[in-house]
């Protein structure tokens, strides 16, 4: 069984439209978040849910809105997308906040 | 705030040698620190973790890693490298300050020749 599952695997779009990338734990774990890998796949959190409630936000542009309809699941939305937006969208989870986090298999975002 | 710093973005070994990719991190408080391992088109795989228990950490695939607080450092290390290995490798750290905040470092790829 997947314990951290995204959808889509990929995604290509254009600039300006608005696209979603979904994510789902199956591991019981009450904290979520999103990563960004640059093509230089450097890591870099964007946002952590904790029992459903925002408790990081990093300086991310307003065009990304995180929603956590419950425990198991965080959905990344993107407005107005950009160029600077491709990358690797990466969905993690963990137990609690200090301890291991795993990872979901990654969305690659191509804006075009 | 907590940092982590990968000393050599590539490093290469002949199927068999030593492997040693070096994590030397920095934080106020004494951090939690973990190696993941990332295969090619694929999600970053746990290998160890250190909390604060034992300073030797055995992880999965014959991995190890030792935490040196004089030195700042938490250096991955596998005695013999197999092709299979062949991946790139993040060091990232957890700092009390930073709640659940995983602040990574840049990653090495590590190539294995055969």
């Known amino acids: 069984d997947t314990a951290v599952s995204q959808t889509p695997k990929y995604l290509v779009t254009q600039m300006g439209n608005d696209k979603s990338i979904k994510c789902e734990q199956n591991?019981?774990?009450?904290?979520m978040y999103w990563y960004k890998q640059d093509s230089k796949k450097f890591l870099k959190i964007m946002f952590s849910y904790n029992n459903k409630e925002l408790i990081i936000n990093e300086t991310v542009p307003n065009r990304f809105s995180p929603k956590s309809p419950d425990k198991a699941h965080l959905n990344l939305h993107i407005n107005s997308l950009e160029l600077g937006d491709s990358a690797v969208y990466f969905c993690?989870?963990?137990?609690?906040?200090?301890?291991?986090?795993?990872f979901g298999p990654g969305t690659r975002l191509t804006v075009t | 705030a907590q940092s982590v710093t990968q000393l050599g973005s590539h490093v290469s070994v002949s199927e068999g040698a030593l492997v040693l990719l070096r994590c030397n991190y920095s934080s106020s408080v004494p951090p939690y620190l973990f190696w993941y391992v990332q295969y090619p088109n694929q999600g970053l795989q746990l290998l160890l973790k250190?909390?604060?228990?034992?300073?030797l950490v055995k992880g999965i695939n014959g991995f190890e890693a030792e935490f040196k607080k004089s030195e700042t450092s938490f250096h991955l290390t596998k005695p013999s490298a197999h092709m299979r290995d062949a991946a790139e490798y993040f060091c990232?750290?957890?700092?009390?300050?930073?709640?659940?905040?995983?602040?990574f470092g840049e990653g090495t790829q590590l190539t294995v020749n055969p």
């Open positions: 250190y909390t604060s228990a034992a300073t």
């Open positions: 990232a750290v957890i700092g009390e300050t930073s709640g659940s905040r995983l602040t």
């Open positions: 993690a989870s963990s137990q609690a906040v200090r301890v291991e986090q795993y």
């Open positions: 591991l019981g774990h009450d904290t």
